[in-house]
């Protein structure tokens, strides 16, 4: 790659990192719902949701490669051994194709759902779901949030045996959530427990 073709592929990695960061957020949070709602949501389910988790380490991945673009151009400019600037940006793209698909994968492969059998959870830097059986829980609450007078819903805590499951109350949980709640009161005998805690 000769100095002047060295220059032009600097200006548009450049232009090319500019435009992928501020389409990070965008882009990152319809890769997460499309792939999700696409191949991983079933209709056995009776839930399912992306974390907050997923959408921000899908978002990071697109904020990470701007910035090791830029720094592939300014290595560009400024160096004009071609043999060695050809191996290093070879090593810059694998580098940037790793982080690309670890941060892809583990994205796509955090999040939860319920179905008639309990709660699957698969955590950002878990490869596995963690199921938690209807059959062993022992304790459903929901905490509201009092903010002036005001109750809004903020989270439900399952409790199966020893380990606590927490759930922020989105709004598509809030209008989702009524048929899990009526069958773990009426088949398993659980019911949901209201607290309520004052805002700081």
Do not use: C
């Not at 062993?136 to 380990?163: C, R, S, W, Y």
């Amino acid at each position: 790659m000769n100095a002047h073709n060295a220059d032009r592929a600097g200006s548009l990695l450049i232009t090319a990192a500019v435009i992928l960061f501020f389409a990070a957020v965008p882009i990152g949070i319809f890769i997460v719902t499309f792939i999700h709602q696409s191949f991983y949501l079933k209709r056995s389910h009776w839930f399912f949701a992306s974390p907050m988790s997923s959408y921000i380490t899908m978002v990071s991945v697109f904020l990470i490669i701007p910035v090791l673009l830029i720094v592939i151009a300014v290595y560009l400019f400024k160096t004009d051994e071609s043999k060695k600037r050809s191996l290093n940006l070879t090593i810059a793209s694998v580098i940037t194709l790793s982080i690309m698909a670890a941060g892809t994968f583990l994205s796509l492969d955090n999040y939860y759902y319920m179905d008639k059998t309990g709660l699957f959870y698969n955590e950002l830097l878990k490869l596995d779901e963690t199921p938690y059986n209807w059959d062993e829980m022992t304790a459903m609450k929901q905490v509201n949030k009092n903010d002036g007078g005001t109750l809004t819903p903020e989270k439900l805590i399952f409790t199966f045996g020893e380990h606590e499951k927490e759930l922020p109350l989105t709004p598509k949980l809030r209008n989702e959530i009524e048929p899990v709640i009526d069958y773990v009161e009426n088949t398993k005998g659980v019911k949901l427990v209201m607290e309520n805690v004052t805002a700081e």
